[in-house]
């Protein structure tokens, strides 16, 4: 069946560092691929999504591209800001809104 | 602000009774609600999907009987987790979708079962 897996963390940086979030998937067939974000005390939010091979999805400078050769969508941010902290899940959907997750990393941003 | 409310977000219970946990949407029309369940460093595994009015459909291993999903009305769904024992100790997560499709999720609620 479908699977993601995505580096343990926790991730530790400091402010302005840049962050690398590895990511790899098993699919049958072409999923839609997405970074779900988890601040503390709050719900999974869309953070970015790509629907194809070679798309690359982007949002609050944030950006992971959907490499259809490799099954990765590593996500990454050149700078990051303390307000970065929190857990990141990715995960894939066949179709329709049925997802499967990685394990998630917690990413921790010291000023 | 939060569209989903999840409740309670953390419950401790002794081995034996039965837990309920609420997922409401605050500003739409859930149409479909999801239920999933996280062990410590491991993946958000779905448990079930619910449509208003309808049975829940249970993903394969889980316990239809142990945990009672009902989807009443399109602001709220309910897991209870029947006779909970410390292996059902766990994150259990919702999410919900309306007619455009978008996903939101609750905060999630951590069991405890001593």
């Known amino acids: 069946g479908d699977s993601v897996t995505q580096m343990e963390g926790p991730v530790t940086l400091s402010e302005e560092a840049f962050l690398t979030i590895n990511c790899t998937y098993t699919?049958?067939?072409?999923?839609?691929l997405f970074w779900y974000v988890q601040y503390p005390g709050e719900g999974l939010q869309l953070l970015l999504k790509?629907?194809?091979?070679?798309d690359k999805g982007s949002n609050k400078g944030f950006e992971a591209t959907y490499r259809k050769e490799t099954t990765s969508f590593h996500l990454e941010k050149g700078s990051v800001q303390v307000s970065d902290s929190a857990v990141y899940f990715c995960?894939?959907?066949?179709?329709?809104?049925?997802?499967?997750f990685g394990g998630g990393t917690r990413v921790l941003v010291k000023p | 602000g939060a569209v989903v409310s999840q409740h309670p977000s953390r419950v401790i219970c002794k081995s034996g009774t039965s837990v309920k946990i609420e997922c409401r949407s605050l500003?739409?029309?859930?149409?479909?609600m999801f239920w999933y369940r996280q062990f410590p460093k491991k993946s958000l595994m779905l448990m079930a999907t619910s449509n208003e009015g309808s049975k829940a459909t249970y993903e394969q291993g889980v316990e239809k009987d142990k945990f009672l999903i009902n989807h009443a009305s399109l602001t709220l769904s309910t897991l209870t987790v029947t006779s909970a024992h410390p292996e059902d100790s766990s994150f259990y997560i919702c999410s919900l979708t309306g007619s455009d499709e978008k996903l939101f999720f609750g905060s999630g609620t951590q069991l405890s079962v001593l």
């Open positions: 500003d739409f029309q859930a149409t479909t």
């Open positions: 790509a629907t194809k091979a070679d």
């Open positions: 699919a049958t067939g072409y999923p839609s």
């Open positions: 995960a894939l959907s066949p179709a329709g809104n049925k997802l499967t």
